[in-house]
């Protein structure tokens, strides 16, 4: 795999180096070696599949603009995390599936946003972004936030319990299963709508001509089979990766609930991380923005949903949408905090570095849980 470079010539990347973890990863899982090598492994060969996934969507945003191209790039990005996710259905690891779910949802708001407002801005006064996008997707995150909480309210008036960190499944009985079913239906077809309003009727906004934009130098068939092929080598490592949580869990000493929280969902939404850096430190805010916080609205309007509807087919059993007490909190105050900062239309490397310490806040206080 190869970019290309100024002069007409082609760098090698290093980061693509690290492929040679993909077989590696195959191979120790088929030798039955021990569980952590094969989730280090495992976790290291999405890496590379992740700055691939990065250079072809920045060949399509060169071609769509930031609002079609921050679209694609989530889309293809929270691919490895609806697939490790899946995995981690089937294998019954639930309460592992809702921790990367919010794992996800902070690291793109904390951690992608964050680092990309602090690379982007280091060498500017400040660097601006489109308020009104910015504005619309961070409401989106807060009904989210609504509809995530409200099951958990129900659970606690009815007289029920929060699930423990250290629990794999919980089973809520048949009445905050359907209720399940019924936020997540609300929330798919509030994700159908955004779309609409972003790419349809308003899709100047979201969507800006960028007279600055360098032309492509990949073809779209090109980019899209490159995206498509990363995928499926990210679901070959999703299934090897889930398949060695607990054991890895239990020879480190870190809780699944940990793991699930911050190395699934760093190692599941690292496309998004390596591209909103890179087109941040090039002062394309408009589409670094849109891919964090899109990528947040989108895992937590689309793939928990369609994770909590998947779980009624594959898994022992339904999901409930009841999140724990720390996953809650950190939910609120984030979601919170990405409507804050995305309020002014405006960024500098003091927010980025904010937004980057309460994530390390958060892993800390998620560690000792």
């Known amino acids: 795999?190869?970019?290309?470079?100024?002069?007409?010539?082609?760098?090698?990347?290093?980061?693509?180096?690290?492929?040679?973890?993909?077989?590696?990863?195959?191979?120790?899982?088929?030798?039955?070696?021990?569980?952590?090598?094969?989730?280090?492994?495992?976790?290291?060969?999405?890496?590379?599949?992740a700055a691939l996934m990065g250079k072809a969507t920045e060949e399509l945003a060169a071609r769509s603009g930031p609002g079609i191209g921050g679209l694609l790039n989530v889309t293809f990005g929270n691919a490895p995390e609806l697939i490790i996710a899946f995995f981690a259905l089937t294998a019954g690891l639930q309460?592992?599936?809702?921790?990367s779910i919010v794992g996800s949802i902070l690291g793109n708001i904390l951690l992608v946003l964050g680092a990309a407002m602090l690379v982007g801005g280091l060498k500017r006064d400040k660097q601006t972004f489109n308020q009104t996008a910015a504005h619309a997707q961070a409401t989106m995150l807060l009904l989210a936030l609504g509809a995530l909480m409200l099951p958990a309210v129900f659970q606690l008036v009815h007289g029920g319990g929060l699930p423990g960190v250290n629990e794999?499944?919980?089973?809520?009985?048949?009445?905050?299963?359907?209720?399940?079913?019924?936020?997540?239906?609300?929330?798919?077809l509030s994700y159908v709508a955004g779309l609409i309003f972003s790419?349809?009727?308003?899709?100047?906004?979201?969507?800006?001509?960028?007279?600055?934009?360098?032309?492509?130098?990949?073809?779209?068939?090109?980019?899209?089979?490159?995206?498509a092929g990363a995928a499926v080598a990210v679901g070959v490592m999703s299934e090897i990766l889930v398949g060695s949580i607990s054991e890895t869990a239990e020879l480190i000493g870190l809780s699944e609930f940990f793991i699930g929280v911050f190395v699934v969902a760093i190692v599941g939404n690292a496309a998004e991380h390596w591209v909103a850096v890179l087109v941040a430190a090039k002062d394309k805010m408009d589409l670094a923005v849109n891919i964090a916080v899109g990528s947040s609205?989108?895992?937590?309007?689309?793939v928990a949903p369609v994770l909590v509807l998947a779980s009624f087919v594959v898994g022992p059993a339904p999901m409930a949408l009841v999140f724990n007490g720390y996953e809650l909190a950190a939910l609120l105050l984030t979601i919170l905090i990405a409507n804050f900062v995305t309020s002014d239309g405006e960024s500098n490397w003091f927010e980025g570095l904010q937004l980057l310490a309460f994530y390390a806040v958060l892993g800390l206080v998620f560690f000792f849980a």
């Open 1 to 49: 795999m190869s970019e290309t470079a100024t002069g007409g010539g082609r760098r090698f990347n290093p980061i693509y180096a690290l492929a040679i973890f993909i077989p590696g990863a195959i191979a120790l899982e088929l030798a039955h070696a021990a569980a952590p090598l094969i989730f280090s492994a495992a976790a290291l060969g999405v890496i590379p599949t």
């Open 95 to 99: 309460e592992v599936v809702k921790a």
């Open 168 to 188: 794999e499944r919980v089973d809520f009985g048949p009445d905050l299963e359907q209720l399940s079913i019924g936020v997540a239906i609300i929330l798919i």
């Open 199 to 227: 790419l349809r009727t308003h899709k100047d906004v979201f969507n800006p001509f960028d007279g600055d934009a360098h032309p492509a130098s990949w073809s779209v068939r090109k980019a899209v089979g490159l995206l």
């Open 297 to 302: 609205a989108q895992i937590a309007l689309f």
